[in-house]
C-alpha cells in the first residue's frame, strides 16, 4: 500500500500542503524488543509537513510503545528517526525536543498549584532560555507572559488565573496542549488527547486539535475514539501486534478488509 500523503480534500481537512520538501517525520524499520518480545516491529512511514496522520489501533498494539520510541523515551532496538531529515535516533529527549518534536502524555503533567498563565509561561521561558525563578514575579507584557496568552487564546482558555488543578480533565488537555505550543515545535505528538475527557468536552477539544491543522502544524495523534480520528486525519495509521498493518485516507482505512478482521472485528 502506497506510503504516499492522501488528503480528503474537505474545508475541515486541509490536508499538507504539496511543497515538495523533505518529510517532517520519518521512521525506518522502527523496533523495540524487550528480551524475547517484540514489542514494535519495523514500522516505517513518513508524515509530510503540515499532515495530520492518526494512528489507531487495539489496546497493546503497540501504538504508545511506537511514541516513545520516536520521542526519546524508549531506546530503540533498530530503526532510525528522522526529524526533516535530521537523523535524531541517537538525540536524547532533550535534544528532540530542542530541534521541534514536542509531545503530549495520556495522563496530566502540569503545575496543578500554579495558575493556568504561569504553566504555560514556564514552557515560553524555557524557549525563550530563560530560567524558571521569572515565573514567581512574572512581569505584565513581558514576552513570556505575551506567548502565553497568545497559546492560551489559540486553545481557547481564557481562565489564565485560574490554578491549573482545578480545570476540567478537557481544560487541563488544551492547557497541555498550549504549554506544548510555547515550544515551538514542528512535529505535534498527541498520545490520547480524549483520555478520561467528558464526553460534554470532547467537540470542544477536537476544534482546538483542528486548529493545530488548519495551522499548518504536523501532527501524528494516537486516539481511541475513531470518529475523532477519522474527522481530523488526512491518513489513519493502524497498529496491530506491533505491526503497522496499514496506512491510507480515513475512507480506505474504513474500506481495508485487514484493518476490519484485524482491529474492526471484521464489521465493514
Known sequence: MSDAPTTAGTPSRPGPPDTGAAAALEVRDLSWQVGGA?????????????????????????????????????????????????????????????????????????????????????????????????????????????????HLATV?????????????????????????????????????????????DVPGLTEVIRGLHRSGSTVLMVEHHIDVVLGLADRVAVMHHGELIAIDSPDRIMANETVQSAYLGGVA
Open 156 to 200: 481557547d482558555l481564557t481562565k489564565h488565573d485560574t490554578a491549573a488543578g482545578d480545570l476540567s480533565h478537557g481544560d487541563k488537555r488544551k492547557l497541555e496542549i498550549a504549554m506544548l505550543l510555547a515550544t515551538d515545535p514542528q512535529v505535534i505528538l498527541l498520545d490520547e488527547p480524549m483520555a478520561g475527557v467528558n464526553s460534554s
Open 38 to 150: 517484540k514489542i514494535v516491529r519495523e514500522v516505517t512511514f513518513a508524515v509530510a509537513p503540515g499532515e495530520f496522520v492518526g494512528v489507531i489501533g487495539p489496546n497493546g498494539a503497540g501504538k504508545t510503545s511506537l511514541f516513545n520510541l520516536i520521542s526519546g523515551i524508549n531506546p530503540i532496538s533498530g530503526g532510525r528517526v528522522l526529524l526533516a531529515g535530521r537523523d535524531i535516533t541517537g538525540d536524547s529527549i532533550a535534544a528532540r525536543a530542542k530541534a521541534g518534536l514536542g509531545r503530549t502524555f495520556q495522563t496530566s503533567s502540569l503545575f496543578p498549584r500554579l495558575s493556568v498563565r504561569e504553566n504555560v509561561r514556564i514552557a515560553a521561558q524555557q524557549q525563550l532560555g530563560g530560567n524558571l525563578s521569572v515565573v514567581r514575579f512574572p512581569r505584565r507584557g513581558d514576552r513570556a507572559t505575551e506567548l502565553a496568552d497568545q
